[in-house]
């Protein structure tokens, strides 16, 4: 059974930093992609980062040069390096993971999700 748990959500100003970490197990190889996605109040789920096993990645263009992903096969391990957050990348922030996926796949390709780490920015 995959499970998926992220951590590192918080509550921060305008123009600080926090890191998500997302833990994959059930998995015995690394060969699936992994992605953080993020839904606002009202609003649809939206991809934020995606890496597949080969290091691939798709980086939304909301969060270019603030965000930085990262992943380490051998801890099935995904992360997401926020800075320079603004209000607007107040969110849940969800991981999802799958070995039918790829970078650009929409959040319907996947079926294992975590239950989200809330990140809220403050002006």
């Known amino acids: 059974q995959v499970q998926v748990i992220e951590s590192g959500g918080g509550s921060v100003q305008a123009g600080g930093s926090l890191r998500l970490s997302c833990v994959v197990s059930?998995?015995?190889?690394?060969?699936?992609?992994m992605a953080w996605f993020r839904q606002a109040p009202g609003k649809e789920r939206e991809g934020v980062a995606a890496v597949d096993s080969d290091g691939s990645t798709k980086i939304a263009d909301s969060i270019k040069g603030r965000f930085t992903v990262s992943r380490d096969n051998a801890k099935h391990t995904l992360y997401l390096q926020m800075s320079s957050l603004k209000p607007d990348d107040t969110a849940m922030y969800y991981c999802?993971?799958?070995?039918?996926?790829?970078?650009?796949?929409?959040?319907?390709?996947?079926?294992?999700w975590g239950q989200g780490t809330q990140v809220t920015v403050s002006i």
């Open positions: 059930g998995y015995t190889y690394y060969s699936y992609s």
């Open positions: 999802a993971a799958d070995n039918r996926a790829v970078r650009d796949s929409p959040p319907s390709a996947y079926r294992y």
